[in-house]
């Protein structure tokens, strides 16, 4: 018979069995955490994300140079002109949410590029532009300094 590891989700925690006859409890009443184990009947554990607890930013004027780690809010009369960071880490992330009707534009510098889907926008010198004041986006670092992956999007993105 195979052995069997089963995993209870809860608002109190974890529940895990590790298939030997064993149940025991994790503590998940820590936001920002994901849980780890290494399959092998280990106990699973809750390790620190490198997004938890990000703070957030409301954006009212035309642009805003961004760093890594953070969120912001695009609530403008016209079109919020954010800048990815010139220095990041592979994790790091950047949150836009859209409010204003005006949306936004999430530009790079030089050597940089957004990877979304099967699209990356031209290295250095593109964009992706929300297509509605509502449009949100998540993006992860995914090459040094120079590459964000989106993960996720919400809405119609133009990607240039």
């Given amino acids: 018979m195979a052995t069997q590891n089963a995993i209870n989700l809860s608002a109190q925690g974890v529940t895990y069995y590790n298939g030997a006859g064993v149940f025991s409890g994790v503590d998940a009443s820590t936001a920002g955490f994901v849980m780890t184990s290494n399959g092998t009947g280990v106990a699973p554990s809750f390790q620190a994300t490198s997004n938890a607890n990000i703070p957030f930013t409301i954006v009212t004027g035309p642009a ?5 780690d953070n969120g912001y809010i695009a609530n403008a009369v016209t079109p919020v002109a954010f800048t990815l960071p010139a220095t990041s880490a592979v994790g ?9 009707a005006a949306g936004w534009t999430l530009a790079q510098s030089a050597g940089q590029s957004i990877k979304f889907g099967n699209q990356t926008t031209t290295v ?5 532009n929300s297509v509605l004041g509502s449009d949100s986006i998540y993006l992860y670092c995914i090459v040094a300094n120079t590459t964000w992956a989106v993960l996720p999007a919400i809405g119609n993105l133009d990607v240039v």
């Fill in 124 to 128: 250095g010198t593109g964009a992706i």
């Fill in 92 to 100: 790091q992330v950047l949150i836009v949410l859209g409010q204003g």
């Fill in 64 to 68: 805003q140079a961004m760093t890594a």
